[in-house]
């Protein structure tokens, strides 16, 4: 699969840990930045890698921020996407199963490497349920634009 990866400059540090864990499983990541440790505004970021889920560019989408606040939001605002804040395996886990969340947003400043890792690994690897779920994603869908 083809994973697009975003952070802001408060999730520099774990640029690497993502992009292997990735590599990993097999997949390929297509990074969008940023690359350094400048300041910059997290929703640059986030709109790229949303824009390549919703066209189909990318599988998966992951991004992350000094919270991962920030970038949910974001990624939320584009059309069609469910973006997921998550901080354990039990929330990467029903992101997947119950939201089928296709954008993985995780804290560099609130989450450690293992964390991070599990995240990643638990998101990538779980099938959405759909059944009772798949209408209730199809009642958020549809308050897109209210
Ligand atoms: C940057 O200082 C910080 O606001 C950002 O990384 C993120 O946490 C926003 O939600």
Same mark, same amino acid.
């Given at each position: 699969?083809?994973?697009?990866?975003?952070?802001?400059?408060?999730a520099?540090?774990v640029?690497?840990?993502?992009?292997r864990v990735?590599?990993?499983?097999?997949?390929?990541?297509?990074?969008?930045?940023?690359?350094?440790? #400048?300041?910059?505004?997290?929703?640059?970021? !986030?709109?790229p890698?949303? %824009?390549?889920? @919703?066209?189909? +560019? /990318? &599988?998966?989408?992951?991004?992350?921020?000094?919270?991962?606040?920030?970038?949910?939001?974001?990624?939320?605002?584009?059309?069609?996407?469910?973006?997921?804040?998550?901080?354990?395996?039990?929330?990467? #886990?029903?992101a997947?199963?119950?939201?089928? !969340?296709?954008?993985?947003? %995780?804290?560099? @400043?609130?989450? +450690? /490497? &293992?964390?991070?890792?599990?995240?990643?690994?638990?998101?990538?690897?779980?099938?959405?349920?759909?059944?009772?779920?798949?209408?209730?994603?199809?009642k958020?869908?549809?308050?897109?634009?209210?």
């Amino acid at each position: 699969m083809k994973i697009a990866t975003g952070n802001d400059h408060a999730a520099l540090e774990v640029r690497s840990l993502v992009t292997r864990v990735i590599r990993d499983l097999g997949h390929e990541a297509v990074d969008f930045g940023t690359t350094d440790d #400048r300041s910059v505004d997290y929703p640059d970021f !986030a709109l790229p890698v949303a %824009l390549a889920v @919703r066209k189909g +560019d /990318a &599988d998966f989408g992951i991004l992350v921020c000094g919270t991962g606040i920030g970038m949910s939001m974001a990624a939320n605002k584009v059309g069609g996407i469910r973006a997921a804040l998550c901080h354990s395996e039990m929330t990467a #886990r029903m992101a997947r199963q119950h939201n089928d !969340a296709q954008i993985l947003c %995780l804290g560099a @400043r609130v989450l +450690d /490497a &293992d964390t991070i890792e599990t995240c990643i690994r638990t998101f990538l690897t779980t099938d959405f349920e759909g059944g009772r779920h798949a209408r209730r994603v199809a009642k958020i869908m549809a308050m897109e634009g209210r």
